[in-house]
């Protein structure tokens, strides 16, 4: 038996490689569509669900493909997958582009899925590129694929049970839940679980353990923010002697820094202990929390701008809605630049390890964030669209270059 599920597999990977695609390829959605996904995605966000409520996701079939290609653009670039409805049915097609190799440049596949009963599925029919997979195979594999998948993701097993009805027509498709708030936290750790490996897992659990000491050891309520940034890049420098991975180090490093700025833990979603709520203490630049958290939030938000597990946590859109919206401050872009210029050496395996040496013996806010002199702040839009017309503006590309040129000065940004 194992041998034949064996052949089968080897077989139906050699004929689903092809040099042509079974999904073409398909343009980036426009901003409309991709609002029209997102409030899609917010409507039925669990965090809005009342334990007493049913609730019910209605698509059609271009939303359907709207949101495949948002899932193409936004997580997986390589995949390419469509939806077509019939009654009580779904077919699937994916194309998944391979990296270079003899055999051919994508992996083409197709599912025709049945809901029997409203809610169970059957697998009616797989075709691995120009190969149909006999019925009695899939008959022979169904058994020993619900027990990989009942061993391995016993938690999503669990979340089907949510899952009231699923109703299919030619047009759209339509799934009724219920989900209670107490499921919230499992959900959460189920995304988390599916997107974290091991490695990445134990890397935020440990940088949140240091800035829970670090935090510890500072006396007063309000300090600079050079007085964690030296400590938790020192142990970022310690670790990435002994791993060889300072960019792997700094990126986790910056995003603990951001995640705290915002009143976020991502160890509390990685972690299977409860954790510690982390002391609190006001973070200053220039002697302002404003500048402080521009500065860490950019250079966190580049830590997490591929990474999927980021949304599974909630950290991006907490780290891309901080800012409180008091008008348009140059001030505030140059702590945006900045922290922009200290994640692009942070991730550039040429300067990483450079970087933690200078973070780490860091004695001077001058080095990381220059003069803020005289730079006009508090515009509103009126105001700045008489002044500076627009963000193409001569005008305005001109205050920008002043800030670079400002931030040119500071140490921790010279190669």
């Given at each position: 038996?194992?041998?034949?599920?064996?052949?089968?597999?080897?077989?139906?990977?050699?004929?689903?490689?092809?040099?042509?695609?079974?999904?073409?390829?398909?343009?980036?959605?426009?901003?409309?569509?991709?609002?029209?996904?997102?409030?899609?995605?917010?409507?039925?966000?669990?965090?809005?669900?009342?334990?007493?409520?049913?609730?019910?996701?209605?698509?059609?079939?271009?939303?359907?493909?709207?949101?495949?290609?948002?899932?193409?653009?936004?997580?997986?670039?390589?995949?390419?997958?469509?939806?077509?409805?019939?009654?009580?049915?779904?077919?699937?097609?994916?194309?998944?582009?391979?990296?270079?190799?003899?055999?051919?440049?994508?992996?083409?596949?197709?599912?025709?899925?049945?809901?029997?009963?409203?809610?169970?599925?059957?697998?009616?029919?797989?075709?691995?590129?120009?190969?149909?997979?006999?019925?009695?195979?899939?008959?022979?594999?169904?058994?020993?694929?619900?027990?990989?998948?009942?061993?391995?993701?016993?938690?999503?097993?669990?979340?089907?049970?949510?899952?009231?009805?699923?109703?299919?027509?030619?047009?759209?498709?339509?799934?009724?839940?219920?989900?209670?708030?107490?499921?919230?936290?499992?959900l959460k750790k189920m995304a988390s679980?599916?997107?974290?490996?091991?490695?990445?897992?134990?890397?935020?659990?440990?940088?949140?353990?240091?800035?829970?000491?670090?935090?510890?050891?500072?006396?007063?309520?309000?300090?600079?923010?050079?007085?964690?940034?030296?400590?938790?890049?020192?142990?970022?420098?310690?670790?990435?002697?002994?791993?060889?991975?300072?960019?792997?180090?700094?990126?986790?490093?910056?995003?603990?820094?951001?995640?705290?700025?915002?009143?976020?833990?991502?160890?509390?979603?990685?972690?299977?202990?409860?954790?510690?709520?982390?002391?609190?203490?006001?973070?200053?630049?220039?002697?302002?929390?404003?500048?402080?958290?521009?500065?860490?939030?950019?250079?966190?938000?580049?830590?997490?701008?591929?990474?999927?597990?980021?949304?599974?946590?909630?950290?991006?859109?907490?780290?891309?809605?901080?800012?409180?919206?008091?008008?348009?401050?140059?001030?505030?872009?140059?702590?945006?630049?900045?922290?922009?210029?200290?994640?692009?050496?942070?991730?550039?395996?040429?300067?990483?390890?450079?970087?933690?040496?200078?973070?780490?013996?860091?004695?001077?806010?001058?080095?990381?964030?220059?003069?803020?002199?005289?730079?006009?702040?508090?515009?509103?839009?009126?105001?700045?669209?008489?002044?500076?017309?627009?963000?193409?503006?001569?005008?305005?590309?001109?205050?920008?270059?002043?800030?670079e040129r400002r931030l040119l000065l500071?140490?921790?940004?010279?190669?």
């Amino acid at each position: 038996m194992l041998l034949l599920l064996a052949a089968s597999v080897i077989t139906a990977a050699l004929y689903s490689i092809d040099d042509n695609a079974l999904v073409s390829s398909t343009s980036e959605l426009v901003t409309e569509e991709m609002e029209q996904i997102k409030g899609i995605l917010r409507a039925n966000n669990p965090s809005t669900i009342l334990a007493t409520g049913n609730k019910k996701l209605q698509l059609s079939n271009e939303q359907s493909n709207q949101l495949l290609r948002y899932v193409n653009q936004v997580y997986l670039p390589a995949l390419r997958a469509r939806s077509i409805f019939d009654k009580d049915r779904v077919y699937l097609k994916a194309s998944y582009e391979l990296p270079q190799n003899p055999l051919g440049r994508f992996f083409n596949m197709a599912v025709l899925i049945k809901i029997e009963y409203g809610k169970y599925l059957v697998i009616e029919k797989i075709n691995f590129g120009r190969l149909s997979v006999p019925r009695f195979l899939i008959n022979m594999a169904s058994p020993y694929v619900l027990d990989v998948i009942k061993k391995h993701y016993a938690s999503y097993v669990a979340l089907w049970d949510h899952v009231k009805r699923i109703d299919v027509s030619r047009s759209d498709i339509t799934l009724h839940y219920q989900l209670d708030r107490a499921d919230l936290t499992s959900l959460k750790k189920m995304a988390s679980e599916a997107l974290l490996d091991d490695e990445l897992r134990a890397r935020i659990n440990a940088y949140h353990a240091e800035m829970e000491q670090i935090l510890e050891r500072l006396l007063s309520r309000e300090q600079s923010i050079i007085n964690v940034i030296s400590p938790l890049f020192s142990f970022a420098e310690k670790r990435s002697r002994l791993n060889h991975q300072p960019v792997e180090e700094n990126r986790i490093a910056l995003l603990t820094l951001g995640a705290y700025m915002v009143g976020k833990a991502p160890a509390k979603y990685t972690s299977d202990k409860p954790v510690k709520v982390l002391k609190k203490i006001k973070f200053t630049l220039k002697e302002r929390a404003d500048l402080a958290k521009h500065f860490l939030v950019s250079a966190a938000i580049n830590a997490v701008s591929d990474a999927a597990w980021s949304n599974a946590i909630g950290l991006q859109k907490e780290l891309k809605d901080s800012d409180g919206g008091s008008g348009f401050s140059f001030v505030d872009l140059m702590a945006d630049i900045a922290g922009n210029k200290l994640a692009a050496l942070a991730f550039d395996a040429s300067s990483a390890a450079m970087l933690q040496q200078r973070l780490k013996n860091i004695n001077s806010e001058q080095a990381i964030m220059g003069d803020i002199s005289y730079l006009p702040e508090g515009l509103t839009a009126a105001e700045f669209k008489m002044e500076y017309g627009s963000t193409r503006s001569e005008e305005y590309t001109e205050m920008v270059r002043e800030i670079e040129r400002r931030l040119l000065l500071c140490s921790a940004y010279q190669r």
